[in-house]
């Protein structure tokens, strides 16, 4: 992959070839997103202590997993085409990883956890949602790249949903008084995540393989 980029780098197209984030434009959004993801995540570990949100948790390790997947990412931009598809794999891996264990803390707290506090794990869930869609809006015109920089969008938008559910599920404890509502959108985004990671993965092999077959 060619290091430069012109206008067509810019709109994420490389007449024939994924955008592979070579883009002056592309670099400085992206140290924006991983600034405000870094800053989210400290956000919202204090306030899933304070409100007791597994919910919350699990947005905020999703924040710290996405602000190292942008750190990644910047640093794969301009490499190999094989070096860029096995930080994607990685990527996709650690999702995983995540996704399974908040889907397993959802299922210890289903029988030991008491309700979330509903005010403060609302107001942080739409704070998240604006960052999120700030990141988002940022993101989309690079929306359709490589596996390094497609994981990248897929991460904001799935944290986009994720901050929706959150909200939602305060409304539901608010509501109930129960902690199922929090515990169902903490398996939800768990699901999204080892979705997440199964995509991913999926396109960063295939990469791999392209490259494989060039290099021979």
Not at 22 to 51: C, D, K, Q
Not at 53 to 75: E, I, N, P, Q
Not at 193 to 203: G, T
Request: charged share 15%; hydrophobic share 55%.
């Amino acid at each position: 992959m060619s290091g430069c980029c012109g206008p067509s780098h810019d709109h994420g197209h490389d007449h024939g070839s994924a955008f592979d984030g070579a883009s002056p434009a592309y670099r400085r959004v992206l140290l924006i997103v991983l600034a405000i993801n870094a800053a989210m995540f400290v956000v919202e570990v204090a306030a899933g202590a304070i409100a007791g949100s597994l919910a919350l948790y699990a947005d905020s390790v999703d924040f710290a997993m996405d602000a190292a997947t942008y750190g990644l990412s910047f640093w794969a931009i301009g490499r190999a085409a094989e070096t860029r598809a096995r930080v994607a794999l990685l990527k996709g891996g650690s999702l995983g990883v995540i996704g399974t264990a908040v889907l397993g803390m959802a299922l210890w707290r289903l029988y030991s956890g008491a309700p979330p506090e509903p005010i403060t794990m609302g107001a942080i869930g739409l704070l998240a949602l604006a960052a999120n869609v700030i990141s988002a809006v940022l993101l989309f015109r690079w929306r359709d790249g490589d596996a390094n920089v497609a994981s990248v969008w897929q991460c904001t938008r799935n944290d986009a949903i994720g901050n929706v559910l959150v909200v939602l599920a305060a409304v539901g404890v608010f509501g109930t008084g129960s902690a199922l509502p929090d515990l169902i959108v903490a398996s939800l985004m768990a699901a999204l995540f080892l979705n997440s990671a199964f995509r991913i993965i999926r396109q960063a092999r295939g990469e791999l393989r392209s490259a494989a077959v060039q290099a021979g």
